[in-house]
């Protein structure tokens, strides 16, 4: 797998280079990871709805064609968009999914962060009251996302097999925009970086832990 490192750059400029570079790959293409740091914006999925927008203010909002619904994009968060060729590694999207959510898992690890899944909801989530602690979420309840915050986003885009989009990890961010949305579609839905658990690391140490772990868990 080719890793590329790609800087702060335009969403739709990014959106369009893995749209272009999925279209023309053929069946020896080597897979490739991008890292990368965007500028503010709103990024609604095929299945966004307009609702969940609260209020965007001055920053943009893109209608993507990756799964899932509205999220936020900004300095200080590391995205990582795979484009991988799903057949050659012989892997469905479920499983897919799963290896992405795991890499995450094990980065938090690395930092000393527990993180979590949430049943039908993508991502990776943390407990908001023992951030690093072992013991699993408290359930069920009410609504499953009480004593959680969101600080990985995820959504992909399968076509010819091959996967584009990707995982957002909130690192050390402005959280505000947040709250212009309901993220992943969830209202009241907390999103938090390692910052704000008091985790004290840079964007490019977090971006090549997370890399070195995505690159071994989407390796033949």
Request: charged share 20%; glycine share 10%; with cysteine.
């Amino acid at each position: 797998m080719q890793l590329r490192w790609l800087g702060r750059r335009d969403y739709r400029e990014t959106w369009a280079a893995m749209q272009d570079f999925t279209a023309r790959r053929a069946a020896g293409t080597e897979d490739q990871l991008w890292l990368v740091e965007h500028p503010p914006v709103f990024t609604q999925g095929v299945a966004g709805r307009a609702e969940h927008v609260l209020h965007a203010g001055d920053i943009e909002v893109v209608q993507s064609n990756r799964g899932g619904q509205v999220t936020y994009h900004g300095p200080g968060q590391v995205v990582a968009y795979p484009l991988v060729d799903l057949g050659r590694l012989r892997l469905q999207v479920r499983e897919y999914v799963f290896r992405l959510e795991h890499s995450v898992l094990q980065t938090l690890l690395d930092v000393g962060v527990t993180g979590h899944r949430v049943a039908g909801a993508p991502g990776v989530y943390v407990r908001l009251d023992d951030p690093f602690g072992h013991a699993a979420p408290i359930g069920p309840t009410r609504n499953r996302f009480d004593g959680l915050g969101k600080i990985a986003a995820l959504g992909i885009k399968v076509s010819r097999h091959c996967a584009y989009h990707g995982v957002a990890l909130n690192v050390k961010m402005d959280l505000a925009p947040y709250e212009r949305i309901d993220p992943c579609g969830y209202a009241g839905l907390k999103a938090v970086d390692l910052a704000t658990l008091g985790v004290n690391c840079d964007w490019q140490g977090v971006a090549q832990l997370w890399s070195s772990r995505l690159v071994a868990l989407l390796s033949p």
